[in-house]
């Protein structure tokens, strides 16, 4: 069946980067495009940016200048690097298949 | 960038009645293909969230028929007939039409 999993340190320093893989099965990325959406502690949801099925990127306007997504299609992952960090980018973030399949998040805190 | 309003935050509910949330944007969502990518997600205590709706009206896969998504243009409406149990927790609209953008959430309780 399809599955996602996210994994990545649960912690990371203010000012530092954050490098999140997102391991699928179930699904070709080749056929599917992965997005991935955060949520702070409380708060809603925010849309990050996605890989589509055929290797091009898109980013949410506002992460854009700080965030990267590339994957490995060999190994059935996607990662999602996004750097200058701060304690408002402390969130679960998650890694979904064309919004309709979910992984179960990674809670990512950023503190010193 | 889009902004989707949604109302009510939160909508008490006692089991079996209909409940209704609303989900408005500042621009049409009508893509210049002529169709508009309204979505709806219900997200449960300590999940994540689950996609109900697609292209405003579409149930997904496995959800049932008491959830009924309308709406045209920039005004859209989720309603569910009859709330169970496992219906409860935060609705949120979103639209891949213009970038991507969720709604804030409308959470959905007992009275």
């Known amino acids: 069946q399809v599955q996602l999993k996210e994994s990545g340190p649960g912690l990371v320093q203010p000012s530092q980067t954050l490098s999140l893989t997102c391991t699928v099965s179930g699904f070709s990325l080749m056929d599917y495009s992965v997005h991935w959406v955060r949520q702070p502690p409380g708060k809603g949801l925010e849309w990050m940016g996605r890989m589509k099925y055929d290797g091009d990127t898109y980013y949410n306007s506002a992460l854009k200048s700080r965030l990267s997504i590339s994957r490995d299609t060999s190994k059935s992952q996607v990662f999602l690097k996004m750097n200058s960090l701060q304690t408002e980018d402390t969130a679960i973030y998650y890694c979904?298949?064309?919004?309709?399949?979910w992984g179960q998040g990674a809670s990512v805190t950023v503190s010193s | 960038d889009v902004v989707l309003t949604q109302t009510p935050v939160a909508q008490p509910v006692t089991l079996g009645d209909q409940a209704s949330i609303s989900c408005r944007s500042s621009q049409s969502l009508v893509h210049s293909n002529g169709n508009t990518y309204l979505e709806w997600y219900l997200q449960k205590p300590g999940q994540s969230p689950q996609l109900l709706i697609y292209?405003?009206?579409n149930r997904f896969s496995g959800v049932p028929d008491r959830f009924i998504g309308s709406g045209s243009g920039s005004d859209f409406t989720l309603k569910i007939s009859r709330v169970e149990p496992e219906d409860l927790g935060v609705y949120y609209c979103f639209q891949a039409t213009h970038d991507r953008t969720f709604g804030g959430g409308t959470k959905l309780e007992l009275k």
């Open positions: 979904t298949r064309a919004m309709d399949a």
């Open positions: 292209k405003v009206s």
